[in-house]
């Protein structure tokens, strides 16, 4: 028996005349129309579910006589709302246990919306009821003999409850999430019966069990009774104060418990008429920008966060990610009004060992993780549990991961640092919130709190992005090796130093991210720069171009997007053009598809470059003359060639031998020292290379026959024979040298200033680029006294200095396909 039944048979008992209403069919078919789908959230107003007016009882008695009769049809009631919310909540364990399968009736998120807070609502009108029951039952006794309730004796001033009515209100913001979330589930509901006979069956004949009775509900009519209860209880709580006298215990705790219930639903309805109606300058209104999870690092712990960009203002929320059918929460962190706000990128940091040692055993446990959901896609009782550690791996990496910042200062000298893991997210975000910084908006201050709630209902982002649940086909992504060989750059608008940064998606079990070293400072940077991903489920390819002044500060000149795709992708390299903005950036690719090893802990780290031959080191780097040797010359060219004594004078040795620590360690930070090292000390570190090759650039065994040739008088003839056993060397060997000796061509032509002849860089170069056989090795031929070799090995890089005709060096391998180039305009 529900309350207004109550009521209008005690007011029938006092003579009363009350106007019939027809009761509506317990069977709720359809209970929505099509209209009134679209309305559901249209205000509450109590006043359409009001009980007709009580009459002023005369004494308290009386009053809680009624009281009484109001708490025991409260209970009934709420006793029959809990079975229609276990109703609902019936078919949920199977749902979620089948969106792991591969043919869910409904997706994970899907299963997620359509639940959202009503686990919640169970547990709280269950401890509600639990505690109403008891009180009622230690309160009422039965008279001895007593047949019916007419002989039960209650001393009504006792009867305490308005702490478990205000109890409830206070968590009465659960619905405000419900009531949010509210049309996305019947529009859930509603697509799913019409598209899955499966689902139709289930959502057509719900079932909640009345003792030996049951009540057929349709889905939607269940997922109505939230609605219609968050009303009656206001109802509830205004027919209850009515009848408890004033001085009771009670009233105090139930004004209270009726103020809020009444605030929440004027709430509702405000929140749900005008959201985004803010007022801003210009005419504008307060609209959700952009929203997404990012790492706080703020307080100088990293912190998993949603953000969510306002057309004002800045919104940090502290979000608790759903499980087990738990609703996600957010809390206030901080906000930031975009009048004024500053914006700073910090380029990415370099990590700790121990930082890399823990990244690398979270993605080692993934990568495990992830083999063995691979093998048990089906039927297998671990399923569930598996993949919810996976996804605690991947929040826990989405954490600790981050290396791109950037920095937030506020003119009220508030400051906040986010981090990010992709720099083609952080400007993404970066130019969102300058697009609307530039506009002049000026902040309204926001209610925090209204602000915050509305984050559930507004949010794009429903969750982390946590790869682990793309519903993807393993088929249509890529799982191998990518291999991007960036190659040169146009249309700076002035001279910059500019790298190129490539990203991957994909799982997190590898590093997704790399970039070339920094070009020097040029109108058309070229790298010629090969980087390697091994990639899981990779779909798209993003490329950033950055410009890096010489304060080291950083600018993104332009990025873009290309999605991945197995057909359009072979073991050849295929060669493209991206638009970055006004850039174009020349790049190939290529994939070789293949099974994945676990992850390296030492896949990140560059292997050496110095003492290692020259062969080796050009085929790691995909090129056919060494970074080291690439980078030394382009930046002696730079800012050298009117150096006087280039090459002859010595640098540093500490200096030379930092730079090659640095080359040997970390390219990148090797080519920024380069800009700000000594000239000399540039000089040295490239003439240290070649003295510390284990096999000379020319190679030993063509020493005895280039000695011979020295003795062909006739110029030309000599340099025919010369250039002819140049040929005959490794293709590595004989393009380094060829690109060392157009720039040692190039030095002399500055010979006026920098006082560096063909002779003189010849007698630096020739010792290092040119060694007689050692004696006892296996060369054959005569050897070679100490002074007729110094002779040989500087006449010899004497001649080849003097041909006007050198072949051009290619610095690259080809990465041409046979199909013309393809120019990607993003």
């Known amino acids: 028996m529900d309350v207004y039944q109550e009521a209008v048979r005690y007011l029938e008992s006092q003579h009363v005349p009350v106007v019939a209403v027809a009761e509506a069919d317990v069977l709720e078919e359809d209970v929505f129309q099509e209209e009134t789908v679209s309305c559901l959230l249209s205000p509450l107003h109590p006043e359409t579910f009001d009980f007709p007016d009580t009459p002023t009882l005369c004494s308290p008695e009386e009053m809680l006589e009624r009281r009484l009769v109001v708490l025991k049809g409260v209970l009934e009631s709420e006793e029959v709302y809990l079975r229609e919310l276990e109703a609902l909540l019936m078919p949920m364990k199977a749902l979620r246990a089948s969106a792991g399968t591969s043919q869910p009736v409904l997706s994970s998120q899907q299963v997620q919306t359509v639940f959202y807070q009503v686990p919640e609502l169970r547990d709280l009108h269950q401890s509600f009821c639990s505690g109403l029951k008891a009180r009622l039952s230690s309160h009422c006794q039965p008279e001895p003999g007593a047949a019916d309730d007419k002989n039960m004796s209650c001393t009504g001033f006792e009867l305490m409850v308005g702490d478990l009515f205000l109890k409830m209100v206070n968590h009465i913001g659960l619905y405000g999430g419900f009531i949010g979330n509210y049309e996305d589930a019947v529009e859930i509901v509603h697509k799913c019966t019409n598209s899955d006979p499966r689902f139709r069956t289930l959502a057509q004949s719900m079932m909640s069990h009345n003792g030996s009775d049951k009540t057929k509900y349709t889905f939607e009519a269940l997922l109505y009774k939230p609605l219609d209860r968050v009303t009656k209880t206001t109802l509830v709580l205004r027919d209850l104060l009515k009848t408890t006298p004033v001085e009771h215990g009670d009233y105090t705790s139930l004004q209270e418990a009726l103020r809020l219930s009444r605030s929440f639903l004027s709430g509702v309805n405000e929140s749900s008429q005008c959201k985004r109606e803010v007022t801003l300058s210009h005419g504008m209104r307060r609209q959700l920008m952009r929203d997404g999870f990012v790492v706080d690092a703020s307080e100088g712990e990293r912190n998993l966060r949603h953000l969510f960009l306002y057309t004002d203002l800045l919104l940090c929320t502290r979000f608790k990610h759903a499980n087990r059918g738990k609703p996600d929460q957010y809390r206030f962190c901080w906000y930031l009004p975009l009048a004024g706000l500053k914006l700073r990128w910090v380029a990415d940091q370099e990590r700790s060992p121990d930082a890399h040692l823990r990244l690398h055993t979270i993605r080692t446990k993934m990568y495990l993780l992830r083999q063995q959901l691979r093998q048990h896609a089906k039927g297998f009782w671990g399923l569930a549990a598996r993949s919810r550690k996976l996804e605690q791996l991947e929040l826990m990496l989405l954490t600790h991961s981050p290396v791109y910042t950037l920095e937030l200062h506020s003119p009220s000298d508030k400051s906040h640092t986010l981090v990010f893991s992709s720099l083609y997210e952080l400007e993404e975000w970066r130019e969102a919130v300058h697009k609307l910084t530039t506009d002049n908006i000026e902040t309204v201050p926001p209610d925090l709190l209204t602000l915050t709630s509305a984050c559930v209902k507004l949010r794009m982002t429903q969750q982390p992005p946590l790869h682990s649940t793309n519903a993807v086909e393993d088929e249509a992504c890529l799982c191998g090796t990518l291999s991007v060989a960036v190659h040169s750059a146009c249309g700076l608008q002035q001279p910059a130093y500019v790298y190129v940064c490539v990203e991957v998606d994909g799982y997190e079990f590898y590093d997704k991210q790399a970039q070339t070293h920094s070009s020097v400072c040029s109108l058309n940077p070229h790298w010629d720069q090969e980087l390697s991903f091994q990639v899981d489920g990779a779909q798209e390819l993003r490329v ?177 024979s010369m250039m002819s056993l140049l040929h005959s060397c490794p293709d590595p060997n004989r393009h380094t040298f060829l690109y060392l000796l157009h720039h040692l061509q190039r030095v002399s032509e500055k010979q006026d200033v920098n006082k560096m002849s063909l002779l003189n860089l010849a007698t630096v170069f020739g010792p290092s680029l040119l060694r007689p056989p050692v004696v006892g090795l296996g060369h054959d031929g005569p050897t070679v006294d100490i002074s007729q070799e110094v002779v040989v090995q500087v006449q010899v890089v004497f001649c080849y200095l003097q041909c006007n005709n050198l072949p051009e060096a290619r610095t690259s391998l080809p990465h041409d396909a046979d199909a013309e180039d393809e120019t990607t305009h993003m």
């Open 544 to 720: 950033l171009c950055v410009s890096q002044s010489d304060r080291q500060d950083q600018t993104v000149l332009g990025k873009a997007a290309v999605k991945l795709e197995s057909k359009t992708l072979s073991k050849r390299w295929r060669r493209q053009t991206l638009q970055l903005g006004q850039v174009e950036v020349t790049l190939s690719v290529k994939f070789c598809p293949h099974p994945l090893e676990p992850p390296s802990s030492t896949a990140q780290q560059q292997l050496p470059v110095f003492c290692v031959p020259i062969q080796t080191v050009a085929q790691r780097e995909g090129v056919l003359v060494p970074h080291v040797v690439r980078c030394c010359v382009e930046e002696l060219e730079r800012r050298g060639m009117d150096e006087v004594g280039i090459y002859r004078v010595s640098g540093t040795t500490s200096d030379i031998s930092a730079l090659k620590t640095a080359f040997n360690s970390n390219l990148r930070e090797a080519v920024t020292r380069l800009r700000n090292a000594e000239v000399n000390a540039v000089s040295g570190v490239l003439k240290l290379y070649f003295r510390e090759l284990p096999e000379p650039l020319i190679p030993t065994e063509l020493f005895q026959s280039l000695a011979r040739i020295l003795d062909i008088q006739d110029m030309n003839s000599r340099i025919v």
